[in-house]
């Protein structure tokens, strides 16, 4: 079925550790965002992708990568894992910029940092 | 800055109106958004509102916008219990690709 999915549903894993969050959307929609959504705050934007090979920061940053080597994925990685880093994350793509192209996002994953 | 708050919750009576409520800073913005999260899910768009435009309405929707205030608000007429969920709204910013989400509204509609 065409949509944007998210994998894994939800993943605990250590501090100091690499973790992956996987995205992957069948729309070919040329963006695709990462947020990390917690109490009080929000969903705030972690990496945002225009297309393919073309990654930006945004205001969450620290600590993530991103990589963007085929349109329909936009994998995460946390390089060494912090508990801070605990937080439901949000892919979600648009087939523009977010002007009046609204963004669809997948069910998210819910990472536990021990 | 950019910055978008909401009131952190909201309950209603079943067949009330609820009106929730966003105030933004950008005053750049060129689209406003709703949208509304169900338990376990991502978030889905209700409604988006052009900056040029005082009021949108789609069935039990209504948004209203207040430019000179940078207030946003969206009402929902004769609220049923399956509109209990969490409403965000966001703003996109003028000549970027990015949207910014408010902290969230978390709805209670109660028999």
């Known amino acids: 079925d065409a949509g944007i999915t998210q994998s894994p549903r939800y993943k605990i894993t250590e501090t100091g550790r690499q973790v992956t969050l996987m995205c992957h959307q069948t729309?070919?929609?040329?963006?695709m965002f990462w947020y990390r959504q917690d109490l009080g705050h929000g969903l705030r934007l972690i990496y945002y992708s225009a297309a393919a090979d073309i990654t930006d920061k945004g205001e969450v940053s620290d600590g993530y990568v991103v990589s963007r080597s085929k349109t329909e994925n936009f994998p995460l990685t946390l390089e060494s894992a912090t508990r801070s880093q605990t937080s439901v994350y949000f892919c979600?793509?648009?087939?523009?910029?977010?002007?009046?192209?609204?963004?669809?996002f997948g069910n998210g994953t819910r990472l536990t940092v021990t | 800055g950019e910055d978008v708050e909401q009131s952190l919750f909201l309950s209603v009576r079943e067949g009330d109106s609820s009106v929730i409520n966003c105030t933004y800073t950008?005053?750049?913005?060129?689209?406003l958004y709703w949208y509304k999260q169900e338990p376990g899910a991502g978030l889905q768009l209700l409604t988006y509102i052009f900056s040029n435009m005082d009021m949108k309405q789609d069935q039990r929707l209504t948004v209203l916008l207040n430019k000179k205030d940078k207030h946003l608000s969206l009402r929902i007429a004769d609220t049923q219990t399956g509109d209990s969920a969490i409403y965000f709204c966001?703003?996109?910013?003028?000549?970027?690709?990015?949207?910014?989400f408010g902290t969230g509204t978390r709805l209670q509609v109660f028999p």
């Open positions: 729309w070919s929609h040329s963006y």
């Open positions: 950008d005053s750049s913005s060129t689209y």
């Open positions: 979600a793509s648009s087939d523009g910029g977010t002007g009046n192209s609204p963004l669809h």
């Open positions: 966001a703003e996109s910013m003028r000549n970027t690709d990015k949207l910014i």
